[in-house]
């Protein structure tokens, strides 16, 4: 059974984008996600639809946020790598 106010939120919120280009993310949609003043949100593209979700470092490879190091500026963990190595082997 849903809660309230999942049910609210499935009927969707409108908010009108304002001469800048920025858009208003309502309050109990932040509460719900943990969003706060300075998270970066990533925005996707699927189809018609336009998909955002808060941003966190994680591996290219799988998504893990644990054990990650750096090269060109992108992320990638220890177990990945392991097994990027054993293919070359």
């Given at each position: 059974?849903?809660?309230?106010?999942?049910?609210?939120?499935?009927?969707g919120?409108?908010?009108?984008?304002?001469?800048?280009?920025?858009?208003?993310?309502?309050?109990?949609?932040?509460?719900?996600?943990?969003?706060?003043?300075?998270?970066?949100?990533?925005?996707?593209?699927?189809?018609?639809?336009?998909?955002?979700?808060?941003?966190?470092?994680?591996?290219?490879?799988?998504?893990?946020?644990?054990?990650?190091?750096?090269?060109?500026?992108?992320?990638?963990?220890?177990?990945?790598?392991?097994?990027?190595?054993?293919?070359k082997?």
């Amino acid at each position: 059974m849903y809660k309230k106010e999942e049910i609210n939120m499935s009927k969707g919120m409108v908010r009108k984008i304002d001469d800048l280009g920025r858009l208003v993310i309502p309050t109990e949609i932040r509460k719900k996600f943990n969003l706060s003043t300075k998270d970066s949100l990533e925005m996707l593209v699927h189809d018609d639809e336009i998909i955002l979700r808060k941003w966190q470092i994680s591996c290219i490879f799988c998504g893990s946020q644990d054990n990650l190091n750096a090269l060109n500026k992108k992320m990638y963990c220890e177990e990945c790598a392991e097994k990027i190595k054993c293919q070359k082997g």
